[in-house]
């Protein structure tokens, strides 16, 4: 980034203060519940599903690319800084701290443009995919993102998000397949690995958050870390119970006709 970029962007962290905070991130949470669960669905009530085949399409690529920009703007952080800090940072000034603003940036906006989905659900009456485990998923990932970007926007977090953005851009790139029809079923014979590779991201950020909190010279506060831990295992235990009756059950309950 440029130094003019440098001064905006740490003239944002001046600005906020914790209600401030507190207040967006509820305001933008609390219209997102209320719009896909009450006023889109109140609104749906005796209309036709819309289609939204080639605005589906372009969202998709649009996460694609999003996420595989960001992706590569972690992986050039951590190839200059490292997987785990070593250094504590405490002054906006720092090269490391200036060199990930932006990538945070950007993937603090990428979780507000998620909320889309939910949205884009309930517009084509998907209902039944309008689950606990979606709507808690991308309610949570705004709400931390709202935390960690104004008040701990370090490259502590660089690995989980670059995981993260890895996955999305597989995930993303099945859902854009998969909204161009039935004949292009053979190309996502993958579909129930995409579970598996979102298990697989949980854990590894557990462990990840875990051992950096004992070994980093400037762990996170109690709080933020316990929060991270526990939304993130929470993500593992609705999505293992998502996986179990997706697959397992559908077979054993193929097998036994």
């Known amino acids: 980034m440029s130094t003019d970029e440098d001064i905006q962007y740490r003239e944002i962290y001046a600005t906020w203060t914790l209600p401030q905070t507190l207040t967006a991130a509820g305001v ?14 109140n609104y749906m009530k005796d209309k036709k599903p819309y289609s939204l085949k080639t605005v589906i399409l372009l969202y998709n690529v649009v996460q694609v690319v999003l996420s595989a920009y960001n992706f590569y703007l ?16 405490n002054d906006m000034n720092q090269p490391m ?14 979780k507000h443009l998620d909320l889309l989905d939910t949205i884009f659900f309930v517009l084509r009456k998907k209902f039944n995919q309008v689950t606990f485990l979606h709507v808690y998923h991308h309610f949570i990932m705004v709400a931390w993102g709202w935390i960690y970007y104004t008040y ?44 598996t590779l979102q298990l697989t991201q949980f854990l590894l950020i557990i462990l990840y958050l875990l051992y950096h909190n004992k070994t980093s010279p400037c762990p996170t506060s109690r709080l933020l870390h316990w929060y991270g831990v526990s939304s993130i295992a929470v993500f593992f ?15 054993i309950a193929k097998d036994n006709k």
Not at 28 to 38: A, R, S
């Open 152 to 195: 701990f926007p370090t490259d502590i977090y660089v690995f989980l998000a670059m995981l993260n953005c890895f996955v999305h851009v597989i995930m993303y790139t099945y859902y854009a397949l998969a909204s161009l029809g039935p004949k292009y079923a053979k190309y996502i014979w993958w579909k129930k690995y995409l579970t």
């Open 74 to 89: 972690f992986v050039v952080h951590t190839f200059q800084y490292g997987v785990f800090p070593s250094k504590c940072w």
């Open 28 to 41: 933008v949470c609390v219209l997102y519940l209320l719009t896909v669960v009450k006023f889109l669905p």
């Open 237 to 251: 235990v609705l999505f293992i119970n998502f996986y179990i009756r997706s697959y397992f059950r559908k077979k």
């Open 97 to 110: 701290v200036n060199s990930i603003l932006e990538p945070i940036m950007w993937y603090f906006i990428a």
